[in-house]
């Protein structure tokens, strides 16, 4: 559990039991649904790490609703968006093991976080990271609702697949962006686990797979 769930927990859990003392424990009930919700999305779970080579992994729980192609900086890529509602686990991975190279908060406006111009105009944080030759880059964006983004590292720090790097409180979206070599193994309406479920693989390994069935297949 992520220790902010004490910082709203607590007092609440102390607001309930003055109410309690005062009034009728009755109106008690709020404060105490409310504390219950605030340690229930703070949960934490552990998850197992895919060791697949090249294996880009969901920063983050949620569902997937947008894959498309976008221009960055004159080089075409691949974009994934996956949109956090309130229900999901809101911390955050890291999709790739290796080197954050840049790290750039972007402040903004708060627009729906399911909506295409969120991704450019609201607050965000952009991380790049190089791993194995390849550039990665994922975004924490800000929703309506989201106002708060944690990022716990910085420049030069080396990360693991799957590693806990922070998180967006409340409704919020990440997007990752790849070569569009990546061989994409999501779709949209797909529902991902963070640091669990693998969004694409390098192009070498997914050859080497392809390569690798296309043999077996060959020897049957």
């Known amino acids: 559990m992520v220790r902010d769930a004490y910082y709203y927990s607590v007092p609440l859990l102390a607001a309930a039991a003055i109410i309690g003392w005062l009034a009728s424990p009755w109106w008690t009930l709020p404060a105490l649904f ?8 703070f949960r934490d779970p552990e998850r197992a790490i895919p060791q697949t ?6 920063p983050a729980d949620g569902k997937v609703t947008d894959v498309s192609s976008i221009t960055l900086n004159g080089t075409v890529r691949t974009r994934i968006s996956i949109f956090l509602n309130v229900f ?11 080197v954050i190279t840049d790290v750039r908060y972007q402040r903004g406006k708060f627009l729906n976080a399911m909506g295409p111009a969120c991704a450019e105009q609201n607050e965000q ?3 790049t990271l190089e791993s194995d030759g390849r550039t990665v880059i994922f975004k924490q964006i800000a929703g309506l609702l989201a106002r708060r983004i944690v990022f716990t590292k910085k420049v030069a720090d080396r990360v693991q697949r799957g590693e806990r790097i922070g998180m967006i409180k409340f409704g919020s979206r990440v997007d990752v962006i790849l070569d569009v070599s990546s061989s994409l193994q999501v779709k949209v309406g797909d529902r991902v686990k963070g640091g669990s479920s693998i969004l694409a693989l390098a ?18």
């Open 53 to 58: 080579p090249g294996a880009i992994v969901s």
């Open 34 to 41: 409310f504390a219950l919700f605030f340690l229930w999305f």
């Open 203 to 220: 192009a070498s390994q997914a050859e080497f797979a392809g390569a690798g069935a296309g043999a077996r297949e060959g020897a049957l």
């Open 125 to 127: 944080n952009i991380v």
């Open 88 to 98: 999901d686990v809101h911390v955050n991975r890291s999709p790739a093991a290796g």
